[in-house]
C-alpha cells in the first residue's frame, strides 16, 4: 500500500491535536531511513521542539514473564483513570538480531490499548542493522508534543538494551520475581546499579511471602550498590500486576523521585546529559548506516568476508580495503 504523502503542516498539526492516526504516521516517518523521510521527519520534529520534555519518561525492563506486559497494562491503566496520558513504546533487542520480536509478536496490553488515553506504539519490526532504538527518541518527542505526559519505554534483559534505554529515561525500573539471590549473579548486578526501583513481581496467592523475604533481600543488596540516581535510595517493592495491587505506590514513589530530583536539580541534568548523549550515538548510527548502506562497501563486503575466512586476508588489511573504497566513493 503506498502511503499518503502529507506536509510538514499535515503532520505538526495533526500530532499537536493528537490525531492518532497522523500521529502513527509521523513515527513511521521518524523510523524510515530513506532520505526523503528523513528530511521531512526533521523538519516535522524542529517544529514540535517547543512541545516536547514535558512528559515524565519511565524505562521498564525484566526477562521475559516478568510480567512487563501485563504490569504496563495494570499501570497504564491506573494512570489514566488518574487523568494522566500514557504512551508506550518499546526497544526491542531482538529485532536487530533476528529481525523477529520479543516484544511485538503477540497481542499485548489489549484493554490499556483501547483506552482513550493511551498511545501504544508496537514493536517496529527492525531494518536489516536493527538499531531501531535510535529512532525511540524522536518517538518520544512526538509522543509528548501529542500531549501524552507519561512515556513508558519497555524492554527485555538482553544485551544493551537496558543501556540504552536507561540513557534516555528519567526514571528506570526492573521488574523481577521472587528468588533474588540467582538473579542477583553476573550481569544482573551491573543492571541493578541502572535501576530506580527494583519491584517484585507476582506478589500475590501462595508466592507472596516468597516475594515480601526477596524484597528484603534485594533492599539488603541494593543499600551496596552504587545508586543509579544521586540522591536516591534504589528501594525494592512488590505488586501483583494481575490484581492491581501495589501498582499505586509504586507511581507514588515515581512522584516523589520526579519531586526530589527536580529540587536538587538532578532531573535536569540528566536530561542534558542524555541531550549531550545522544550526539554522539546519532553520529555512531549515521555512519554505520552510511558505512553498510553504501554500493561498493555492500558489492565488496561478501568478497572480503570470504577472504578473511578463507585465511587470504587479515581483518586490519579488509577492514582497511572497506573504509578505503568508502571514502574514496562517498
Ligand atoms: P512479560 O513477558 O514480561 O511481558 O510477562 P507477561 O506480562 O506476559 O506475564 C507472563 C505471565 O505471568 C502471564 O501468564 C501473566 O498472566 C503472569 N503474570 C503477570 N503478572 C502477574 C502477577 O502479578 N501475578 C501472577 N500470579 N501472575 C502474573
Redesign the pocket.
Given at each position: 500500500v503506498k502511503r499518503k504523502e502529507r506536509s510538514v503542516k499535515e503532520y505538526v498539526e495533526g500530532v499537536l491535536n493528537n490525531d492518532r492516526t497522523i500521529l502513527a504516521q509521523a513515527i513511521t516517518l521518524v523510523e524510515s531511513n530513506a532520505p526523503k523521510h528523513m528530511d521531512i521527519a526533521q523538519q516535522v520534529l524542529n517544529e514540535l521542539l517547543p512541545h516536547v520534555g514535558k512528559s515524565i519518561r519511565i524505562g521498564i525492563t525484566?526477562?521475559?514473564?516478568?510480567?512487563?506486559?501485563?504490569?504496563?497494562?495494570?499501570f497504564g491503566t491506573f494512570l489514566c483513570e488518574q487523568g494522566h496520558r500514557v504512551a508506550v513504546l518499546a526497544v526491542d533487542p531482538s529485532s536487530s538480531l533476528t529481525g523477529g520480536s520479543?516484544?511485538g509478536d503477540?497481542t499485548?496490553m489489549e484493554s490499556l490499548a483501547r483506552h482513550p488515553r493511551a498511545f501504544i506504539r508496537p514493536s517496529p519490526s527492525g531494518g536489516a542493522l536493527g538499531g531501531v532504538h535510535r529512532k525511540t527518541r524522536e518517538t518520544m518527542m512526538l509522543c509528548e508534543a501529542a500531549g501524552y505526559d507519561v512515556i513508558l519505554v519497555?524492554t527485555?534483559g538482553v544485551g544493551q538494551s537496558e543501556f540504552v534505554v536507561r540513557g534516555m529515561v528519567d526514571f528506570f525500573l526492573m521488574?523481577v520475581l521472587t528468588g533474588a539471590g540467582d538473579d542477583l549473579q553476573g550481569i544482573k548486578r551491573g543492571i541493578m546499579e541502572l535501576t530506580d526501583a527494583v519491584v517484585i513481581?507476582?506478589?500475590?496467592?501462595d508466592?507472596k511471602p516468597k516475594a515480601l523475604a526477596a524484597q528484603k533481600e534485594y533492599n539488603q543488596i541494593l543499600h551496596y550498590l552504587r545508586p543509579a540516581t544521586p540522591g536516591w535510595e534504589t528501594k525494592a517493592y512488590t505488586?501483583?500486576?494481575?490484581?492491581g495491587?501495589g501498582i499505586e505506590e509504586i507511581w507514588n514513589v515515581i512522584q516523589k523521585f520526579v519531586e526530589t530530583t527536580k529540587q536538587s536539580g538532578v532531573f535536569d541534568m540528566r536530561r542534558r546529559h542524555q541531550q549531550k548523549d545522544w550526539i554522539y550515538s546519532m553520529i555512531k548510527d549515521y555512519l554505520e548506516t552510511s558505512f553498510f548502506s553504501h554500493p561498493a562497501v555492500k558489492e565488496k563486503l561478501p568478497v572480503i568476508e570470504n577472504n578473511v575466512i578463507s585465511g587470504t586476508q587479515s581483518v586490519t588489511s579488509a577492514v582497511r580495503e572497506l573504509i578505503k573504497i568508502y571514502e574514496s566513493r562517498s
Amino acid at each position: 500500500v503506498k502511503r499518503k504523502e502529507r506536509s510538514v503542516k499535515e503532520y505538526v498539526e495533526g500530532v499537536l491535536n493528537n490525531d492518532r492516526t497522523i500521529l502513527a504516521q509521523a513515527i513511521t516517518l521518524v523510523e524510515s531511513n530513506a532520505p526523503k523521510h528523513m528530511d521531512i521527519a526533521q523538519q516535522v520534529l524542529n517544529e514540535l521542539l517547543p512541545h516536547v520534555g514535558k512528559s515524565i519518561r519511565i524505562g521498564i525492563t525484566g526477562v521475559p514473564g516478568a510480567g512487563k506486559s501485563t504490569f504496563i497494562e495494570a499501570f497504564g491503566t491506573f494512570l489514566c483513570e488518574q487523568g494522566h496520558r500514557v504512551a508506550v513504546l518499546a526497544v526491542d533487542p531482538s529485532s536487530s538480531l533476528t529481525g523477529g520480536s520479543i516484544l511485538g509478536d503477540k497481542t499485548r496490553m489489549e484493554s490499556l490499548a483501547r483506552h482513550p488515553r493511551a498511545f501504544i506504539r508496537p514493536s517496529p519490526s527492525g531494518g536489516a542493522l536493527g538499531g531501531v532504538h535510535r529512532k525511540t527518541r524522536e518517538t518520544m518527542m512526538l509522543c509528548e508534543a501529542a500531549g501524552y505526559d507519561v512515556i513508558l519505554v519497555e524492554t527485555v534483559g538482553v544485551g544493551q538494551s537496558e543501556f540504552v534505554v536507561r540513557g534516555m529515561v528519567d526514571f528506570f525500573l526492573m521488574l523481577v520475581l521472587t528468588g533474588a539471590g540467582d538473579d542477583l549473579q553476573g550481569i544482573k548486578r551491573g543492571i541493578m546499579e541502572l535501576t530506580d526501583a527494583v519491584v517484585i513481581n507476582k506478589a500475590d496467592r501462595d508466592n507472596k511471602p516468597k516475594a515480601l523475604a526477596a524484597q528484603k533481600e534485594y533492599n539488603q543488596i541494593l543499600h551496596y550498590l552504587r545508586p543509579a540516581t544521586p540522591g536516591w535510595e534504589t528501594k525494592a517493592y512488590t505488586c501483583s500486576a494481575l490484581l492491581g495491587e501495589g501498582i499505586e505506590e509504586i507511581w507514588n514513589v515515581i512522584q516523589k523521585f520526579v519531586e526530589t530530583t527536580k529540587q536538587s536539580g538532578v532531573f535536569d541534568m540528566r536530561r542534558r546529559h542524555q541531550q549531550k548523549d545522544w550526539i554522539y550515538s546519532m553520529i555512531k548510527d549515521y555512519l554505520e548506516t552510511s558505512f553498510f548502506s553504501h554500493p561498493a562497501v555492500k558489492e565488496k563486503l561478501p568478497v572480503i568476508e570470504n577472504n578473511v575466512i578463507s585465511g587470504t586476508q587479515s581483518v586490519t588489511s579488509a577492514v582497511r580495503e572497506l573504509i578505503k573504497i568508502y571514502e574514496s566513493r562517498s
